[in-house]
């Protein structure tokens, strides 16, 4: 049994070079990080692949040739229709988000308009074209301060506005599934990390700010006493995961954590990360940010249904990141430039 599929249901998959004879799916997001390897996932099992993606925090080049790539934005819902009519999709893999929960404070309207009206665009036109499944990628962030390790049955308390619009797509896929039958799964990764991340963006994914820095011989800049929790999760762990999961018929219409078990402080993963780039670690402290302070979660449900536990351990994973990034080298930090609101923004954050 892999991830879940028994031997058998690959032949299912796989169902000849004929494109009318293949399984048809959009990747929102494709261009992007998790999103660009889900593509690979699904190439690699036969699928159709339609890529929409507006390059704003991914790349073109992400996209694997062989999948039909589409610049266009989820908010657009006149695109959106009409690439649902054109390709009449039987699966929706949406991954397409600005996944920023600090910054997403301070930017509410782009934050709501791209996460969850972008959202809402894509459930209309699924469930208006007939689509058979739709997958969703939210977030351990609608759990918000709760119980460690975060359990699906946790009842969300998402406190910043990324998660609040994570929560609410769930909300919506599970009435939709009432009202009009879509079956949906939902996957809750948490701090995904590896090759093809974007580690230009200083407002979100740690390691890959960390790498980013060392790349430029900077200090790490840490939040606070750098002593938050998380469990650090490789891309490996989480893709092929969700690409095989609409052949799991007891994946439909479920929650599932994904993601690492172990927990680290920034602290600690400061410190593997310079030890990885053979280089001594330089700590730059700045005043403490408004997040949840220890974050991780129970993964025994995604175990049970998929048979599935995580194989990269956190100094393996930052290796073969770090492999990569001295490949395609450092990348300039931009401003986000729509930002809302100024009051109580992190200094750091304004250059």
């Known amino acids: 049994m892999i991830d879940g599929i028994k031997k058998y249901d690959m032949k299912k998959i796989k169902k000849g070079s004929d494109k009318t004879q293949r399984v048809t799916s959009l990747v929102t997001g494709g261009a992007g990080f998790i999103g660009s390897h889900v593509v690979d996932e699904l190439l690699t099992m036969g699928h159709h692949v339609v890529v929409l993606d507006d390059l704003s925090g991914g790349f073109k080049e992400n996209v694997t040739k062989g999948a039909i790539f589409v610049k266009g934005s989820i908010t657009d819902h006149v695109l959106v229709n009409k690439l649902f009519k054109k390709y009449a999709f039987e699966n929706v893999y949406h991954l397409a988000a600005y996944a920023a929960e600090g910054l997403s404070h301070f930017i509410k309207r782009f934050n709501y308009e791209n996460n969850l009206i972008g959202s809402i665009n894509l459930i209309n036109a699924s469930i208006n074209t007939g689509v058979k499944k739709f997958v969703f990628t939210s977030s351990i962030a609608v759990y918000g301060h709760n119980q460690v390790p975060m359990k699906e049955e946790l009842v969300p308390q998402p406190e910043d506005p990324y998660g609040i619009s994570k929560y609410a797509v769930e909300l919506q896929l599970i009435a939709t599934k009432k009202m009009f039958g879509m079956d949906y799964i939902i996957f809750r990764p948490h701090n995904v990390y590896g090759e093809r991340q974007n580690i230009g963006d200083k407002y979100r994914n740690v390691i890959g700010i960390f790498i980013n820095k060392i790349l430029q011989n900077e200090e790490l800049p840490i939040f606070g006493d750098g002593e938050q929790k998380r469990a650090f999760t490789h891309i490996a762990d989480v893709a092929g995961i969700i690409a095989r999961s609409i052949y799991n018929p007891q ?65 393996e994973g930052v290796t073969r990141m770090v492999h990569w990034a001295k490949k395609t080298g450092a990348k300039k930090s931009k401003r986000f430039k729509n930002i809302e609101i100024l009051k109580n923004l992190p200094p750091s954050w304004l250059h």
């Open 251 to 315: 994946a439909l219409n479920q929650v599932f954590n994904i993601g690492a078990d172990i927990p680290y402080t920034v602290n600690q993963l400061a410190e593997i990360v310079a030890e990885v780039c053979g280089v001594v670690l330089k700590k730059n402290y700045h005043t403490a940010r408004n997040e949840v302070r220890i974050a991780y979660s129970d993964h025994s449900k995604v175990a049970s249904i998929f048979n599935h536990k995580p194989k990269v351990d956190l100094k």
